[in-house]
Structures are given as structure tokens and as C-alpha cells.
């Protein structure tokens, strides 16, 4: 009897050892050892502009199943040198800040806080409307013309409009703009004729629709096209002198080609 009941005390003191053994560990292992974070696992570089005129954005979009990884690498930041005029092929330093208080915390060491990374990527200017793949200028024209259809009350309403009723939009003149500064994008800009009733008389008004970014990446940002009243002279008004007002207007900044 005696024996059966030590051999059961024997056992409940040795489980519960090794449950204290294995708490022990437990803790050490999620909250007491010093764990090493590569703080450039998952770095994303983003670039917006062209090639020559981009900078770039850091940030980390590690997915970790452990909470406190995830949310350490979030509140890293990242320095990047040079970031200005960035054309592919071009190195770039990255080094990486992190709050120590929460590192100490987590018990975390960050690693590799420095890297050297290539551009890449970017997208390259047109030398010329030649060199523009119909089908991209197409695409461009329709979401010219489908701002203009979405935001026709508003372009009423700005010249003094209101109660006009819109017929039709008209493109009557198309042409891309060479910057002449890699500092401005080049673009497509098209003059539309805006056909509209007011007091029982047809009427017309003259707008104009930029779309920048015209680059071989081929893709149209909708939310960077705009527009403008277009505001002829008397005398480009009399005989509708489109080409004399988009030289007056961007001669000096733009070469301009004429698409048909």
C-alpha cells in the first residue's frame, strides 16, 4: 500500500516537473530569449515617376504569424540615399531605424539593418509620337473623353452654366507634348468641342483634357487626368486656331506633335 501510494507520488512529482520544465522553456523561448529580426525580410521599394525623375518609398509588408514580429518590422522606417532623380540601374542605400524600447521589449535584435539595392523597373519616355503604340494613344483618347462625360455638370457649372443641357463632346484636336524638363511628365492633350442647349440656342464650349504620364509603361492614371476651359484669343477664336494656342499656351515648354 505504501509503495503504490509512492510510486503515485513519484509520478505526480515528476509530471508536474516536467510541466514546470516545459513552462520554463516556454517562457524563455517566446518571451526571455533574444531573438534575431531581419528588419529587410520583406522590404517593398515602390517607385513612382520615370526613368531619371523617380524617387522611391520604403516600407516592410512582412506577413508573420507572430504578432510582435509583425508589428516590430511596422514601426521600422527606412532612409533611402540617393532618392532623387533615379534612373534604372542606379544603386541605392537603404538603412533601416527601429524603436529600441520596443526591441528590448520583444526581446528582439534586429540584423542586416543596411542594404545596397538596384533600380529597376522603371519606365522610359518616348522619343516620339512615332513611337507610341496606336493602341495605347486609343486608350488614351477614350478615358480623355470618358472625364470629360463624368464630369460634364461640374465643367457647367465652373463657366457659368448651370442650366445647360449637354449634348456631346467632340474631339477636334489631339496632340503629345514633349517635355522639355524631366521634371514634367509628358502627355497627351486634346481639345473638345462641348455642344450644349441653353435658353433654346445650341451653344459651344471649348475644353481641354490632359493626361500625363505617357510612358512605355502604357497604363493611364485616371485620377492624374484634368482639364481646363480652353481660352483662345479673339483671333484664334475666329478661325478656331488650335495649333496657334497650344503653342502660345505650351510652346515654350513642350515639343508638340499633332496627332491625326
Known amino acids: 500500500m505504501n509503495k503504490e501510494k509512492i510510486k503515485t507520488k513519484l509520478t505526480y512529482f515528476f509530471s508536474l516537473s516536467v510541466i514546470c520544465i516545459l513552462l520554463v522553456l516556454i517562457t524563455y523561448i517566446f518571451f526571455l530569449r533574444t531573438i534575431e529580426v531581419d528588419v529587410m525580410q520583406g522590404l517593398d521599394i515602390q517607385y513612382t ?42 544603386v541605392v542605400h537603404v538603412s533601416a531605424s527601429y524603436d529600441e524600447q520596443l526591441a528590448s521589449q520583444y526581446h528582439f535584435k534586429p540584423v542586416h539593418l543596411e542594404a545596397d539595392i538596384v ?55 489631339r496632340v503629345f507634348m514633349k ?55 479673339d483671333n484664334e477664336w475666329q478661325i478656331l486656331n488650335f495649333d496657334a494656342y497650344i503653342q502660345r499656351v505650351y510652346g515654350s515648354q513642350y515639343n508638340i506633335e499633332r496627332i491625326e
Not at 516600407?59 to 511596422?74: A, E, P, S
Not at 464630369?151 to 463632346?169: C, D, L
Not at 475644353?207 to 485620377?223: A, C, F, H, L, W
Open 179 to 233: 517635355s522639355n524638363s524631366s521634371k514634367s511628365s509628358d502627355r497627351i492633350l486634346v481639345i473638345y468641342r462641348l455642344i450644349y442647349e441653353y435658353q433654346d440656342s445650341r451653344m459651344a464650349l471649348y475644353y481641354t483634357v490632359s493626361v500625363p504620364e505617357i510612358n512605355d509603361g502604357m497604363k493611364v492614371d485616371k485620377q492624374d487626368i484634368f482639364g481646363e476651359k480652353a481660352y483662345l484669343s
Open 119 to 173: 533600380v529597376e523597373g522603371l519606365n522610359n519616355r518616348y522619343d516620339s509620337l512615332a513611337d507610341i503604340d496606336k493602341k495605347y494613344i486609343d486608350k488614351v483618347l477614350k478615358a480623355s473623353l470618358e472625364y470629360v462625360e463624368s464630369n460634364v455638370e461640374q465643367i457647367f457649372e465652373i463657366n457659368e452654366q448651370k442650366e445647360a443641357e449637354f449634348i456631346e463632346a467632340q474631339s477636334v484636336y
Open 49 to 90: 515617376g520615370e526613368n531619371g525623375m523617380a524617387l522611391a518609398v520604403c516600407k516592410n509588408n512582412t506577413l508573420d504569424i507572430n504578432q510582435r514580429t509583425q508589428d516590430f518590422l511596422q514601426s521600422v522606417t527606412y532612409t533611402i540615399a540617393p532618392n532623387e532623380n533615379l534612373s534604372n540601374g542606379d
